[in-house]
Each structure stands twice: as structure tokens, then as C-alpha cells.
T-cell receptor, first 113, second 113 residues
């Protein structure tokens, strides 16, 4: 998985609780992304980062926030988890934008009860 | 934003036969089209990609074709093997800042021995 780890790999939580997912890379890639994967929707971008402390929204950003204080770490936070945020979350990295592939991590399965 | 449609959603083929998966996109400014293979419990892995200045690209048993006029691109797998069984995703991007990928909804390919 191209030097990308995600933690935790599985999490079960209750509605209304805060949750933080972590993505760690050892590739020193500038761009990092958070996607969610749901049946019938493929992968949808939540937020992305184009450098330390530089982030922007994707197409499904409501209810999520992100932070990137170091090149290697990108955190995704659900301030108050809802059942609609039950999903598999994938982190991806890319060297530069444009004609450049994204490499994906192994994913985190999150269940919100 | 971009809209990527992928067909079929499921595909079963006999080992040794060919498999074709098709995607259409809506934004004529999209210029990079990757294909990902996702095995159960893992993150998507890039298998082949094509840029808008190329009509076809091959890598052993895998090929991708692009028709910019019709705004569609296809994945061709020849001489299929059981290990080709997985979910395949197409994606499109304009490659601008952030390099946001828009994914199709996936095709579950089963190769029957």
C-alpha cells in the first residue's frame, strides 16, 4: 500500500461521539486525500491537503474536518458521529496534481451505532 | 462537477475469456483516467491509466481505450484468470489544483474457473 498506514483499521462508536482517523505516509508526498466508500457510490472525496496546514473541501465534506500538522500525517475528524457516516474510509497520497496517480491506504471501517 | 458512470455493475466471465468495463464522463476538461482494482478488504490499487493525449494503452493482458469525442473510456482484460476477480473502478480528473478524482460506482468481476 505504497507506504501508507491508517489507524484504527476498525472502529465501532456511538452516535454523537467524536472520532478521529489517522493516515500516515512514509513517501513524503505532498498531497493527501480522505475518501469514503459506500455501496452504489464508489469513492467520494471528503477533504484533501496540498501541504502542511493547507487543506480544502471535497464533494462530501459536511460533518468532517481535517488537519495536517506534518507532511506525513493527515487526520480526519468526525466532531459528532452520525449513522450516515458509517462507511469505509480511505486515505490516498499523490506527489503532485495533474497527471499523477493516487495511491491508497488499506482503509478504516467505521460503524456508528 | 464531473459525473462518471460505469457499466456493468457486475460481470461474470469464464476463465480465458475477455472482460470489458465501460465508463463515461461528463466534463470535457477531464484529462486523466485511471483504473483501480480493489480486492476484498484492501484499498484500491492502480492497474493502468491513460492521459487525454493518448487513444489506447496496453500493459500485458490489460488495455484501456479513450474516446474523447464521445467522452468514454474502457478497460479490456484478455485471457482472464481467477485472480482477476475483484471490483474495478474507473475515475476521471481535470488534474487541476487538488487533483480531485471522480470515481465510477465500480464493477464486480468474477472469473469462473
Amino acid at each position: 500500500d505504497a507506504g501508507i498506514t491508517q489507524s484504527p483499521r476498525h472502529k465501532v462508536t456511538e452516535t454523537g461521539t467524536p472520532v478521529t482517523l489517522r493516515c500516515h505516509q512514509t513517501e513524503n508526498h505532498r498531497y493527501m486525500y480522505w475518501y469514503r466508500q459506500d455501496p452504489g457510490h464508489g469513492l467520494r472525496l471528503i477533504h484533501y491537503s496540498y501541504g502542511v496546514k493547507d487543506t480544502d473541501k471535497g464533494e462530501v465534506s459536511d460533518g468532517y474536518s481535517v488537519s495536517r500538522s506534518k507532511t506525513e500525517d493527515f487526520l480526519l475528524t468526525l466532531e459528532s458521529a452520525t449513522s450516515s457516516q458509517t462507511s469505509v474510509y480511505f486515505c490516498a497520497i499523490s506527489r503532485v496534481p495533474g497527471y499523477n496517480e493516487q495511491f491508497f491506504g488499506p482503509g478504516t471501517r467505521l460503524t456508528v451505532l | 462537477g464531473e459525473n462518471v458512470e460505469q457499466h456493468p455493475s457486475t460481470l461474470s466471465v469464464q476463465e480465458g475469456d475477455s472482460a470489458v468495463i465501460k465508463c463515461t464522463y461528463s466534463d470535457s476538461a477531464s484529462n486523466y483516467f485511471p483504473w483501480y482494482k480493489q480486492e476484498l478488504g484492501k484499498g484500491p490499487q492502480l492497474i493502468i491509466d491513460i492521459r487525454s493525449n493518448v487513444g489506447e494503452k496496453k500493459d500485458q493482458r490489460i488495455a484501456v481505450t479513450l474516446n474523447k469525442t464521445a467522452k468514454h473510456f474502457s478497460l479490456h482484460i484478455t485471457e482472464t484468470q481467477p485472480e482477476d476477480s475483484a471490483v474495478y473502478f474507473c475515475a476521471a480528473t481535470k488534474g487541476n489544483t487538488g487533483n480531485q478524482f471522480y470515481f465510477g460506482t465500480g464493477t464486480s468481476l468474477t472469473v469462473i474457473p
